[in-house]
């Protein structure tokens, strides 16, 4: 059974930084594409960023992109999302996901590409 498990959320003030983890385990891990998304209350779920199966192939929302780094440790089962600069519009629910398909070149970016989802970490940003 796949299981994606979020951790790194919490309170921070604008202008400041935290590092989301997302620890995979159930299926290969380093053959399947990774990607962050948030859903803020009354809205729907968004893309933030994701990262191909190889780490070669990136690619992040406009409102994040030069703020969000994603990466991916293969021997750790893990993808991480760096967020710096942060604004009260990054609060969100922040879930990581793993792609449909193994060893995809091109990164995607619909919801409906991902077929595992984690349980979600909440971001909380002060002004």
């Known amino acids: 059974q796949v299981q994606l498990v979020e951790s790194g959320g919490g309170l921070v003030q604008a202008g400041g930084s935290l590092r989301l983890s997302c620890a995979a385990s159930?299926?290969?891990?380093?053959?399947?594409?990774m990607g962050w998304f948030r859903q803020a209350p009354g809205k729907e779920r968004e893309f933030v960023a994701a990262i191909s199966w190889s780490g070669s192939s990136i690619s992040y929302a406009h409102s994040v992109k030069a703020r969000f780094t994603i990466s991916r440790d293969n021997a750790k089962n893990t993808v991480y999302l760096q967020m710096n600069s942060l604004k009260p519009e990054d609060t969100a629910v922040y879930y990581c996901?793993?792609?449909?398909?193994?060893?995809?070149?091109?990164?995607?970016?619909?919801?409906?590409?991902?077929?595992?989802w984690g349980q979600g970490t909440q971001v909380t940003v002060s002004s």
């Open positions: 159930g299926r290969t891990f380093s053959s399947y594409g």
């Open positions: 996901a793993s792609s449909k398909s193994e060893y995809r070149r091109v990164v995607v970016t619909d919801t409906d590409d991902y077929d595992y």
